[in-house]
């Protein structure tokens, strides 16, 4: 079966940075797009970053452009997320999710997305 195990998480100040992993296991990973959302208590779920199946499109929120950054090494079966100058607001539980094989990566609602990982907490202390 999928499984997507994130890691990376933790706790920094306001203006750092962390890189967030996402290890897949049971598909082929190239041929399937991927993402991560993240989720603050008391709010939905929304993607922050997701990627094509290659690489080479990738697509951000608003409140993250510019200082997110999300890449693959589909030699790894691994997707990343390096987030920098990190604001309070950014703290949330992370998410890794894969859309379905062959599907365009281009899906904002989570709905779209039927294997998810288990998460990993990111604080952002001021």
């Known amino acids: 079966q999928v499984q997507l195990v994130e890691s990376g998480g933790g706790l920094v100040q306001a203006g750092g940075s962390l890189r967030l992993s996402c290890a897949a296991s049971?598909?082929?990973?190239?041929?399937?797009?991927m993402a991560w959302f993240r989720q603050a208590p008391g709010k939905e779920r929304e993607r922050v970053a997701a990627?094509?199946?290659?690489?080479?499109?990738?697509y951000y929120a608003d409140s993250v452009k510019g200082r997110f950054a999300i890449s693959r090494d589909n030699a790894k079966n691994t997707v990343f997320l390096q987030m920098n100058s990190l604001k309070p607001e950014d703290t949330a539980v992370y998410f890794c999710?894969?859309?379905?094989?062959?599907?365009?990566?281009?899906?904002?609602?989570?709905?779209?997305?039927?294997?998810w990982g288990q998460g990993t907490q990111v604080t952002v202390s001021s």
């Open positions: 999710a894969s859309r379905g094989r062959f599907l365009r990566p281009d899906v904002p609602d989570s709905s779209g997305y039927p294997y």
């Open positions: 049971g598909l082929t990973f190239s041929d399937y797009p």
């Open positions: 990627i094509s199946r290659s690489g080479g499109n990738t």
